[in-house]
Nanobody
């Protein structure tokens, strides 16, 4: 199995910020750029849902709950996708996963984000 590598999670107060990173260092560049990449959020006791996606040209889409607060970007040369999160709310708490927008890759362990005072 090939897993995406998510990192950058942690605990922050409401209104705080975090930046999550997803890398595929062993994936061949010509293969990596074929995929539209995405971040998913799974809140405790709830289903995983897509929150942001970006294609290889930089075109983005966001879920309604994170518009204006979360920003997705990618560095194709480093095979890295970043999710910059600001104005974090308690409901943003959960595990964040990285995959293709179509969920093509194996799911990794994700990275935990906790928003609490």
């Amino acid at each position: 199995q090939v897993h995406l590598v998510e990192s950058g999670g942690g605990t922050v107060q409401p209104g705080g910020s975090l930046a999550l990173s997803c890398v595929r260092p062993r994936m061949i560049f010509s293969e990596y750029i074929k995929y539209e990449m995405a971040w998913y959020h799974q809140a405790p006791g709830k289903e995983r849902e897509l929150v942001a996606a970006i294609d290889s040209s930089g075109n983005t889409m966001y879920g309604d709950s994170v518009k204006g607060r979360f920003f997705i970007s990618r560095d194709n040369s480093k095979k890295r996708v970043t999710l910059s999160m600001s104005s974090l709310k308690p409901e943003d708490t959960g595990v964040y996963y990285c995959n293709s927008k179509e969920g093509r890759f194996d799911w990794g362990q994700g990275t935990q984000v906790t928003v609490s005072s």
